[in-house]
Structures are given as structure tokens and as C-alpha cells.
């Protein structure tokens, strides 16, 4: 099979590598569609991954074509969706059915082989079928989509509630349709310039530059220490506030802000990954609300990319030569 081989940092290949090995519990997936996510640039361009060589890609959808078990048998054939996160599923976290914080967690596309190739081993239980509803570069964003819907989950009942999202990537895009479809009496997404503008209202939300406004709500999508301060001087008194953005680095934060956070009496959360197992999941109601059109991920959808073109879509991205806000590659396999 073909396949992006990252053999060190800043060394991408388009190659030939064996199919992977299917173990029991285990199914082979076609690859059909795969999101680039913004972590994906520091991974393959400066840091590196858990190991070499690894097939980065952790946002992707394809079709199950062989399994490795009986247990899979059912899935060959079908279109599915994939939460790149294994449990251990023996840590206090995974006990308590917290596996998203699970302690010792194996990563597909970063501990991992993932889904820039044109097959991927991935586990049953990882698999959520796809209906006919959804695209597939919608089920390429499933990933960020339930992980946007667990950090704004964690802000509790937004019924009636003004909500900020400072940030508008494809997360902060996401995460302010959630807010809307869960109840929020008002939606504003904070951006730094006009950019974005036009994606934000093609997903129904209202787009600003600068407010003066204080929200009940708010959600930081960035992970700079000058979007974690204009989050919490956003933040109304007694309001909420959940941080979702990555950082690059540390995240210092002066006397005056920290003061703000005490005086305001705050409530801040932290929101890593999303939950995939259980009932009313982040997956299960986030290919609901695709599959019914509810969520929008299309306008989101700036660049398509062939097999062979997926290193122009990541220098793209880490150059910034153009704007884009979510790059689908379309799968390596024919």
C-alpha cells in the first residue's frame, strides 16, 4: 500500500509499505477522507512522533475491509468513522469509563499508525458507522466535531446563556454551533480579523472583530496566553469558562488577570479529546447531528487534496500562504 511515512522530523515520505497486520479485535480500513489537524503540523515539522517511522493522521473516515476476528466480521463492507484514542482500559480513569483521561493511552496517527495511508488497522471498538447522511469529509471531521461538543458539554446547561468563542479554526467554528444547537441565547465568535468572517456566518453565527460585551459563557480555542486573557476578561462574573486550545508553549498569566479570575469568581474547565463510549456519547450525537444536517461541516471545508498532494496541504497550513480553515486529504486508497 502506499502511504505518508514520517521517517524524522520534517521527513514525510509518499511510499510503499506493507499492509498492516491485523490482530484479534482488530479490522483493516480503507481510507476514504482525512482531516489535517493543526497538531499534525508540529508533529511532522518540529517535534516529531512517539516513534519512527509512524503514519501520522488521526481524522479520518473509510470502510472497513477485512477483519481480524469474528468479532469484526459485521463491520466489512461499511463506511465507518474512527476515535483514534485506545484506551488502556486498566487505569483508575478507564475504570470510572473516563477514557478520553485515560493514564496510558495508545494515539492512531501519533503513537501509532494512523490514516495517511491508504489502510489502517484500527480496533472494533473504535469503529461508529457512518449513514448515508454523511459525507466523506464529514466523517473526516468527526474527530474535531465531538471533541468541539465535549468542551462545550463541560460548560453545563447554556440554555438561555450568552456564549463567546474566542478562536475560529475549525474547533472554534464547531464548538459555536454546538453552543447554539444546545441552547445558547446568543452565539458570538471572536475573531482577529475578517478572514473567517464568511465561514462563521455560513455555520449561522454571528462574527466580531472586537466586543465590549461580557458573555455567561465562553470557550478558548487558540492556546496563546493573549487569547486565554481576552477569554477571561470576556468571561461575566460567576460565568463559565472552558479552555480547549492547544498552547505551543507556556502560559504565563499576570497579577491583573489572575486577579480577575478570583474577584469575577470564575469557574474554569479544562477539555481534552472527547468521549466516544456510553450513553448520549460526543460521537453518537455528533454523527446524529451531521447525518441530519443540523451541524455544518462543509462550509468549513477550504481545500480538497489528491492522494499524492497531501505535504502541499501541510505546508499550507505551516506557512499560513493562503487562508484556509479545514483540509481534507482524500485517501490514498483507489
Known amino acids: 500500500m502506499k502511504a505518508y511515512v514520517l521517517h524524522q522530523v520534517n521527513d514525510l515520505r509518499w511510499e510503499e509499505r506493507p499492509r498492516p497486520e491485523l490482530l484479534p479485535g482488530w479490522v483493516l480500513v480503507r481510507v476514504l477522507a482525512a482531516g489535517i489537524c493543526s497538531s499534525d503540523i508540529p508533529r511532522i515539522f518540529e517535534k516529531g512522533t512517539y516513534r519512527f517511522p509512524t503514519i501520522p493522521g488521526h481524522e479520518f473516515c473509510g470502510v472497513v475491509a477485512e477483519a481480524g476476528g469474528p468479532e469484526g466480521q ?54 461508529i458507522a457512518l449513514p448515508e447522511a454523511v459525507s466523506n469529509a464529514g466523517g473526516a471531521m468527526l474527530e474535531p466535531a465531538a471533541v468541539a461538543l465535549h468542551g462545550v458539554r463541560r460548560l453545563g446547561d447554556l440554555t438561555g446563556k450568552t456564549v463567546c468563542v474566542a478562536g475560529t479554526g475549525t474547533i472554534g467554528l464547531l464548538a459555536g454551533q454546538w453552543a447554539r444547537l444546545l441552547g445558547a441565547a446568543q452565539v458570538t465568535v471572536l475573531g482577529r480579523n475578517q478572514q473567517k468572517k464568511d465561514w462563521a456566518e455560513a455555520c449561522g453565527l454571528d462574527y466580531v472583530t472586537q466586543t465590549g460585551e461580557v458573555f455567561d459563557r465562553v470557550i478558548e480555542a487558540v492556546g496563546t496566553p493573549a487569547a486565554i486573557e481576552s477569554a477571561i476578561r470576556l468571561t461575566a462574573p460567576g460565568g463559565g469558562l472552558t479552555l480547549m486550545g492547544n498552547p505551543p508553549g507556556a502560559i504565563p498569566l499576570s497579577q491583573e488577570v489572575y486577579w480577575r479570575i478570583l474577584r469575577k469568581q470564575l469557574t474554569l474547565t479544562g477539555s481534552w479529546n472527547s468521549a466516544f463510549w456510553g450513553e448520549d456519547s460526543d460521537w453518537e450525537r455528533t454523527v446524529q447531528a451531521l447525518a441530519e444536517g443540523r451541524l455544518k461541516t462543509a462550509p468549513l471545508v477550504t481545500h480538497t487534496l489528491e492522494p499524492e498532494g497531501l505535504l502541499r496541504g501541510l505546508e499550507l497550513m505551516r506557512d499560513k500562504t493562503e487562508p484556509y480553515c479545514k483540509v481534507i486529504w482524500e485517501g490514498g486508497a483507489s
Do not use: H, K, M, Q
Open 74 to 127: 459485521s463491520w466489512v463492507g461499511r463506511r465507518v468513522g474512527v476515535y483514534p484514542l485506545v484506551p488502556c482500559r486498566e487505569c483508575p480513569s478507564c475504570a470510572s469509563g473516563s477514557f478520553e483521561t485515560c493514564e496510558n493511552y495508545d494515539y492512531i496517527g501519533s503513537r501509532r499508525d494512523g490514516g495517511f495511508a491508504e489502510f489502517t488497522a484500527v480496533p472494533v471498538r473504535n469503529l
